[in-house]
């Protein structure tokens, strides 16, 4: 099992939600020749409550996906485990996911962050902003900062 995980989430068909995706495709080609051994990606449509079983026995994961309300490019933050109602409806938020992880677990989850890159349209049939196809790029170059730092346990106090 890889130590990192990467997982990016989104629906392709609905514009700028396809970023999550977008972005595991790039990094992986980005990637193809470096690191692979010890990175594994995953993608889905949106975060459910069986992925809380794909975090286990990693050193660190990272979510990636599109986000509306965060500041261009991308934000990039440290995620604890906590209880939201999402836990019960179609689209579980990262954190509720951890706090699954937790519950099953009893053990506290691996250290775990969220790159949300800002996306600006969403609907059905959209094609990707050029905006959003502007901060995908500059959130691939921090991620590639972020995986050459692998070593470290520690993405805390990682520029941005």
Known sequence: MAGLLVF?????SRGD?????????????????SQMGNIEFLQDFQLQ????????GR????FVDAHAGCPPPYCFERLTP???ESYTTHAMSPQALLEVYQRLNRSDPPPCYLLSIRGERFGLGEALS???ESNLQCALRF???LIGETQSTDWNFLPQ
Do not use: W
């Not at 409550?49 to 286990?56: G, K, Q, S, T, Y």
């Open 82 to 84: 906590h209880r939201d």
């Open 8 to 12: 990016g989430y989104g629906n392709p």
């Open 130 to 132: 050029r905006a959003a």
């Open 59 to 62: 050193d660190r994961v990272l």
């Open 17 to 33: 939600d396809a970023l999550g995706p977008l972005f595991l495709d790039a990094l992986q080609e980005r990637l193809a020749s």
């Open 49 to 56: 409550i069986e992925h809380a079983l794909d975090l286990d």
């Open 143 to 145: 991620a590639e900062t």
